[in-house]
């Protein structure tokens, strides 16, 4: 089962071929921001506005936003200021505001439905009145290969301040997917179009399937009026006071949660036996506030041979309710040093029996993990993730080997968990936990009591392998 499939279930239930389209807009569409917004507020944040520029780009923000006439006078307005600047730095900066901001800000249940439109064989493409400097990196992310959007003249590597063309906006936007529509042999009468806007109305009625985004007021009422498809997502966005109260609680629930199991200990309870109710308790609490989904393939595999050494890709901070939840019971974890004073989870691993490791000055590696063992030869198992950091984008790091010459000393297998989008509960620099559903691979047991000292890093590298199968992706020499 794929994340989100009551959004994609229509799609892959449908026609296949390169023939049908998948449109997509880019700002409040694919991305719950405005990424001219994100991109005047980096140059802001780095001195390189102008007051002419600010006024100009303000302008031409408002008629956007509020769909008022004269949005391609004050576009062209905006466009002058960029005269004379070198492409590069334009490209630069849309690459790091994606990095930093926009990729945060893309809707999971919007990239899978790019993923169904991809599986069924479909043209995608983004049309949009953003520049590419916007939209490329994002649709680098999304593997989207197509893009039809506003052009910006240039003349030996430098901005002109002039449009190149008319800009992808209103009916410039459906003439712009009719001409590619013909280059490419794809029929809009059995083409896809997702829009938030009014704006984009002429394309939404040329099309057979149009479907609207989180629809503005004016959309809505068309929307109605015509009987389209509306999805509404509140996955990305603007953070409200119920997304708050929710994340606090999440993490702020860890502490009585897992000390409720503590009264059972007069009732002649061992502390593994409470420590096990108390963190069931807390997982199951945490993920209906959370309303985090998990849907696992593989899950006899956490049971198949315990006690063992999982491992886990790290992703997001919201990684540990997930492994918690699915782990459930006779496990400890280990993490970094950090954690330990950081309230109230640090109090709460403590409490859980967490293993905490200095990597800066960890001294003697067997010593340092002797607990671990320990608690692997008496019977409970142990998590960790070989990354020992959290990845940026969701990008595999290199492993670290501790938890594999841990795995060899206790001879103990090693039970692999992929996690596939953690990210979209919680995004990198996240602090607002957002309803998601996480796809999770457990894979089989790997056993290790025939390891030699000498083959620990090659069996590293090759499990390492299998998540670069599983994930999906394929890049950078492998190194532990």
């Known amino acids: ?49 102008s007051s002419q520029e600010l ?8 008629r956007y936003l509020l769909n008022v006439g004269g949005f391609e006078d004050a576009l062209a307005s905006a466009v002058r200021n960029l005269n004379g600047m070198p492409e590069h730095e334009l490209i630069e900066l849309g690459e790091k505001v994606t990095r930093e901001h926009l990729a945060a800000e893309i809707f999971p249940e919007v990239r899978a439905m790019i993923a169904a439109h991809e599986r069924q064989g479909h043209t995608v493409v983004i049309v949009s009145s953003a520049t590419r400097y916007q939209i490329e990196p994002v649709a680098r992310i999304l593997g989207v290969r197509h893009i039809l959007c506003t052009e910006l003249e240039r003349e030996d590597g430098r901005f002109t301040g002039r449009l190149a063309g008319e800009p992808c906006f209103g009916e410039n936007k459906l003439l712009a997917a009719r001409e590619f529509a013909r280059q490419q042999r794809v029929r809009l009468d059995k083409s896809y179009f997702y829009t938030n806007g009014i704006e984009d109305l002429s394309l939404l009625e040329a099309v057979g ?19 389209w498809r509306a999805v509404h997502l509140e996955s990305r966005g603007t953070i409200g006071v119920g997304d708050v109260v929710r994340s606090v609680l999440v993490y702020g629930t860890a502490l009585p949660l897992l000390a409720a199991g503590l009264p059972l200990r007069a009732f002649g309870a061992s502390a ?6 108390s963190l069931g308790a807390w997982t199951s609490v945490a993920s209906a506030i959370a309303r985090l989904k998990l849907l696992v393939d593989g899950e006899e595999h956490l049971w198949a041979d315990r006690p063992a050494v ?7 901070a919201v990684d540990v309710l997930i492994t918690a939840r699915m782990l459930r019971e006779d496990v400890i974890a280990i993490a970094k040093k950090e954690i330990k004073h950081q309230l109230p989870m640090g109090i709460a691993f403590t409490y859980t029996g967490t293993v905490f490791i200095d990597r800066e000055h960890v001294g003697d590696p067997q010593l340092a993990l002797k ?46 968990i992929v996690i596939h989008n953690a990210q979209d509960a919680l995004p990198y620099k996240g602090v607002v936990v957002r309803p998601a559903e996480v796809k999770v691979t457990v894979l089989p047991p790997q056993p290790t009591d025939k390891w030699r000292l000498a083959d620990v890093e090659s069996h590293a590298t090759r499990i390492r392998g299998m998540y670069l199968d599983a994930l999906g992706q394929h890049e950078q020499a492998i190194s532990a």
């Open 310 to 316: 999982f491992i886990f890709n790290h992703q997001s």
């Open 1 to 49: 089962m794929e994340p989100y499939e009551h959004f994609t279930r229509d799609i892959a239930a449908g026609l296949r071929g390169k023939t049908t389209g998948a449109f997509f807009d880019f700002d409040g569409t694919v991305i719950a921001t405005h990424s001219v917004r994100d991109m005047f507020l980096e140059r802001l944040r780095n001195g390189e506005i």
């Open 55 to 62: 006024f100009d780009l303000g302008d031409m923000v408002t």
């Open 209 to 227: 399937h149009p479907v609207a985004i989180n629809p503005d007021g004016k959309l809505a009422a068309v929307v109605r009026d015509n009987g």
């Open 371 to 416: 607990p671990a063992v320990d608690a692997l030869r008496s019977g409970r198992s142990v998590v960790i993730a070989p990354e020992g950091t959290r990845s940026r984008d969701g990008t595999l790091g290199p492993f670290k080997l501790g938890a594999f010459h841990m795995a060899r000393k206790a001879g103990v297998p090693i039970v692999p």
């Open 272 to 277: 593994r036996e409470a420590t096990n109710i």
